[in-house]
Each structure stands twice: as C-alpha cells, then as structure tokens.
C-alpha cells in the first residue's frame, strides 16, 4: 500500500470514530459517539430554474439525459460527507444510513407536472417518485429509504431525461444521516 491510500485510510479511519490505540474504554466510547455526527441537509434554489421558452414556465430541465440534481443550499453538513456542488454523499464510514428526499413541482393551468427523481446509489437506481399528470397543476413527494453504505459508497438525486421540477426549487429537499456505523 502506497503512503496516500495509508494517510487516506487512517484518515477514514479517524472520522469513522475507529483509531487502532484507543488506551481506555472511555476514549472508545468517545470516539464511537464521534461516529455517529454524520447528517445533512440540502435544498434546491431559486437560481436554479430557467424559463421554457413559450411558456411562462420556469423549470430544472427538462434536459435530453439523466442529470445529477445539485441542492446547493447546505444546512447541515456534519462529518462533511456531502458535497454541495454534485450533490453527492460519500459514507466515509460503513453503517446503516437513512436518506429523504422530497421532490415539488408546480405548473400554470393547462400545464404539465411531469418529472421523474431517483435516488442512485453508486450509479444505481434505488427509489424513486414521479408524476405525470394533466389534471392537476402541483404536487409533492416524499420518498425514505434505509441502506447499508460501505466506505466510500455515494448516493445522489437524478433527474430523468425529459422531465422538469417547476417553481419553489426551494422545497426540493435532500437529507441523510447515519443510523449507526459498523464496527471493525
Ligand atoms: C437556504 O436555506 C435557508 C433555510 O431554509 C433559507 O433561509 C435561505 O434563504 C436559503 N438560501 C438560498 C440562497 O436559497
């Protein structure tokens, strides 16, 4: 193993609350409680919508392929696990993890919700929640999920291909925390 993969590992190793000369029972249990601070809280913003020409509409997307949704508005990010930027969530520590996302979309009259969001693990499709509907103009959604993570497993949203998420980006919402972590 090379020196960066090492210092990389001990880091993980660090902030999964896991140090391997750990000399009393308490300092254990203190590193374990450090285990545990791992959430965060993310939302879409307003800057995020452009207008669909021809329409009065302003929309995320539609765009012509699966897109990662970022949700720029990061307040909460213990144990500094996701990233704003991408919208991605790194388990620094295995464990069991919950993840929530609430999706929202509004229309004018005689317009369309149409939208598609799913939670990807690793690149992999995991829960989703969808509408497309001509008979009512708003919506949202909520989805939970529970799942193991391995170290350096990421979870993120995607908007599928085609669909839009209309008006108040701020009640797209993303969340996550740790339930527990494994112990080594
Ligand atoms: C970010 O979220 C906070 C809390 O909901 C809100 O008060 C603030 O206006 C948001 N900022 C942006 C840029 O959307």
């Known amino acids: ?61 539609p765009f012509n392929t699966n897109v990662p ?8 990010n213990s144990g500094n696990g996701y990233n704003p930027s991408m919208g991605v969530f790194t388990a620094l ?16 009259e005689g317009g369309r919700l149409y939208h598609k969001v799913q939670l990807m693990k690793n690149g992999r499709m995991g829960v989703s929640v969808w509408e497309n509907n001509r008979e009512d103009a708003e919506d949202s959604a909520t989805q939970v999920v529970v799942m193991e993570m391995q170290r350096g497993d990421q979870v993120y949203l995607e908007l599928l291909s085609g669909r839009k998420l209309c008006t108040n980006m701020e ?13 080594v």
């Open 93 to 108: 520590c295995p464990g069991v993890y919950m993840f929530s996302f609430t999706t929202y979309s509004s229309v004018g």
């Open 69 to 76: 949704i970022p949700f720029p508005n990061v307040t909460l």
């Open 1 to 61: 193993m090379g020196v960066l993969p090492l210092v990389l590992l001990l880091g993980s190793l660090f902030l999964c609350g896991r140090v391997a000369a750990l000399s009393s029972a308490i300092d254990v249990l203190k590193q374990d409680a450090h285990g545990f601070k791992v959430s965060f809280k993310a939302t879409m913003t307003p800057n995020m919508v452009i207008e669909i020409p021809g329409t009065t509409e302003r929309c995320f997307g």
């Open 171 to 183: 009640y797209n919402i993303f969340t996550g925390h740790i339930v527990y972590p494994y112990t």
